[in-house]
């Protein structure tokens, strides 16, 4: 065995010697080939892990929503009242709480007045004019020989003039025909026909499937000058439930002393500067003649809107109703009775929206404070990482009766540098199944958030340090 090793030595070559210096150096070489191979993989695994790191802390930095509570349902009932069609709805949040028939398209008569009052309040909020602006009654819209029981109107003649505000208020307390054919006349373009502003009007506000034909609401062939040519007589304007109330919102988001009206016994106007002249309103009319006979357990006020009925559609009434913890409901019957019938319009104004009270519970989330369950929400740009949120404004919305609460969405982490006191910060949604009337903006619906008190933002190392902490 000794003899072949020995043999193998010499077979492999000769014998290499080293020195000790030699060999420390390659043990050195090695030894530092390790060191280098350690401290890439430790760099490799430092960046890897520091941009794991960053990631993780960008992604939970983010603008974060949490949902707090269950869905409660808000949907509409089916009303059951004896008018044909109906609807009731939140007068703030534009919820809709029972429907029927609601998209039937019907004649809508001297309601018709409030696309003309959009028309007016759109002008003033473009500052075409104010409510100052005085408005000329032509001979077209001179209707003071008209017989005053069947075509309501002021007494006034072409030449004379009045301002934009009382002829408005006169459509709605008086429901004067004249009025509405001044107004619409001094709205629309100077060569554009009644008629083509109405149905530019109505298109704006998506009024699918409507017709108008002149601007007090008056049957073709009574429209006198405004008769629109080469269309049948007993051609009538005609919208939807739903559609008139799309009409009342935006009214009474444009006026707010729409919500007065029934409030006022008489209407005062001034054909000229040395004239004053007062006529009993629809609000007075409803005090002497309809308010004492309705049956009324929730006691609920009417505070406006407008009448207008047909021999086809029956009594019909569009009204702002508010029950006696202050909510308010816009409310449209049509068909409800006969349409001379005085008292059945409003009766069955009443009996919708108490069905829709039978029906449904409130939820009212107050202003100045944060709904049940809500906390501090995170944000790495103020001073403490925090800052607390509350509601602006309240905002009552409907569930159907029997269920315990309702959810809501809540900031978890912003990244906003929104700090000043007051200043709006988020809106967020309630968790409720429910329709809203269309053109309701969605904040009308939404709860909007502020800071409660004044935030400061950070210093960078603040922010720095939260961003990389504080999650």
């Given at each position: 065995?000794?003899?072949?090793?020995?043999?193998?030595?010499?077979?492999?070559?000769?014998?290499?010697?080293?020195?000790?210096?030699?060999?420390?150096?390659?043990?050195?070489?090695?030894?530092?080939?390790?060191?280098?191979?350690?401290?890439?993989?430790?760099?490799?695994?430092?960046?890897?892990?520091?941009?794991?790191?960053?990631?993780?802390?960008?992604?939970?930095?983010?603008?974060?929503?949490?949902?707090?509570?269950?869905?409660?349902?808000?949907?509409?009932?089916?009303?059951?009242?004896?008018?044909?069609?109906?609807?009731?709805?939140?007068?703030?949040?534009?919820?809709?709480?029972?429907?029927?028939?609601?998209?039937?398209?019907?004649?809508?008569?001297?309601?018709?007045?409030?696309?003309?009052?959009?028309?007016?309040?759109?002008?003033?909020?473009?500052?075409?004019?104010?409510?100052?602006?005085?408005?000329?009654?032509?001979?077209?819209?001179?209707?003071?020989?008209?017989?005053?029981?069947?075509?309501?109107?002021?007494?006034?003649?072409?030449?004379?003039?009045?301002?934009?505000?009382?002829?408005?208020?006169?459509?709605?307390?008086?429901?004067?025909?004249?009025?509405?054919?001044?107004?619409?006349?001094?709205?629309?373009?100077?060569?554009?026909?009644?008629?083509?502003?109405?149905?530019?009007?109505?298109?704006?506000?998506?009024?699918?499937?409507?017709?108008?034909?002149?601007?007090?609401?008056?049957?073709?062939?009574?429209?006198?000058?405004?008769?629109?040519?080469?269309?049948?007589?007993?051609?009538?304007?005609?919208?939807?439930?739903?559609?008139?109330?799309?009409?009342?919102?935006?009214?009474?988001?444009?006026?707010?002393?729409?919500?007065?009206?029934?409030?006022?016994?008489?209407?005062?106007?001034?054909?000229?500067?040395?004239?004053?002249?007062?006529?009993?309103?629809?609000?007075?009319?409803?005090?002497?003649?309809?308010?004492?006979?309705?049956?009324?357990?929730?006691?609920?006020?009417?505070?406006?809107?407008?009448?207008?009925?047909?021999?086809?559609?029956?009594?019909?009434?569009?009204?702002?109703?508010?029950?006696q913890n202050g909510h308010e409901y816009i409310a449209?019957?049509?068909?409800?009775?006969?349409?001379?019938?005085?008292?059945?319009?409003?009766?069955?104004?009443?009996?919708?929206?108490?069905?829709?009270?039978?029906?449904?519970?409130?939820?009212?989330?107050?202003?100045?404070?944060?709904?049940?369950?809500?906390?501090?929400?995170?944000?790495?740009?103020?001073?403490?990482?925090?800052?607390?949120?509350?509601?602006?404004?309240?905002?009552?919305?409907?569930v159907a009766k029997g269920q315990k609460s309702l959810?809501?969405?809540?900031?978890?982490?912003?990244?906003?540098?929104?700090?000043?006191?007051?200043?709006?910060?988020?809106?967020?949604?309630?968790?409720?199944?429910?329709?809203?009337?269309?053109?309701?903006?969605?904040?009308?619906?939404?709860?909007?958030?502020?800071?409660?008190?004044?935030?400061?933002?950070?210093?960078?190392?603040?922010?720095?340090?939260?961003?990389?902490?504080?999650?």
């Open positions: 065995m000794f003899k072949k090793n020995l043999q193998a030595l010499k077979d492999s070559g000769p014998l290499q010697s080293f020195s000790r210096f030699e060999i420390f150096q390659k043990q050195r070489q090695k030894t530092q080939s390790k060191l280098r191979l350690a401290f890439f993989c430790n760099g490799v695994v430092v960046v890897v892990s520091a941009g794991l790191y960053l990631t993780l802390a960008s992604h939970n930095n983010r603008t974060q929503m949490t949902t707090v509570g269950q869905t409660a349902n808000g949907q509409a009932m089916a009303l059951t009242t004896d008018a044909r069609n109906a609807i009731v709805l939140d007068a703030q949040t534009g919820q809709i709480l029972g429907q029927k028939g609601a998209d039937q398209q019907i004649g809508v008569a001297s309601q018709s007045k409030m696309l003309t009052a959009y028309a007016i309040l759109q002008g003033i909020k473009n500052k075409k004019y104010t409510w100052d602006s005085m408005v000329e009654i032509t001979p077209q819209s001179d209707w003071s020989k008209k017989d005053n029981n069947t075509f309501a109107h002021l007494e006034i003649t072409a030449g004379e003039k009045l301002p934009v505000k009382e002829l408005f208020a006169a459509m709605f307390t008086s429901s004067a025909n004249d009025a509405a054919f001044a107004l619409a006349d001094f709205a629309k373009n100077p060569q554009e026909s009644q008629q083509a502003a109405l149905t530019r009007w109505a298109k704006a506000l998506k009024l699918t499937g409507s017709k108008w034909y002149n601007a007090a609401g008056q049957v073709n062939s009574d429209a006198g000058a405004y008769q629109v040519a080469n269309v049948d007589p007993n051609a009538e304007n005609t919208a939807s439930v739903r559609q008139l109330a799309v009409l009342a919102y935006q009214d009474l988001a444009g006026d707010s002393d729409l919500k007065t009206y029934y409030q006022k016994q008489g209407l005062v106007y001034h054909p000229s500067e040395s004239v004053n002249k007062i006529k009993l309103t629809e609000g007075a009319k409803f005090d002497q003649e309809v308010k004492g006979k309705l049956t009324n357990p929730k006691n609920l006020t009417f505070e406006g809107l407008k009448t207008g009925s047909t021999p086809a559609s029956g009594g019909a009434l569009t009204s702002l109703i508010k029950d449209v019957v049509s068909g409800a009775g006969n349409y001379t019938d005085q008292v059945r319009r409003y009766q069955d104004s009443v009996d919708v929206v108490n069905e829709v009270l039978d029906h449904f519970q409130s939820v009212t989330f107050k202003s100045q404070s944060q709904p049940a369950g809500a906390k501090k929400v995170k944000n790495s740009n103020l001073v403490g990482g925090q800052q607390k949120l509350v509601i602006a404004e309240d905002r009552t919305y409907w959810g809501y969405q809540w900031p978890k982490r912003l990244k906003d540098k929104v700090y000043q006191q007051g200043q709006v910060v988020k809106t967020v949604s309630p968790r409720l199944k429910a329709q809203y009337l269309d053109l309701v903006p969605t904040k009308n619906h939404q709860l909007t958030l502020i800071n409660q008190g004044q935030a400061k933002v950070g210093r960078w190392w603040q922010k720095a340090y939260h961003w990389l902490m504080f999650w």
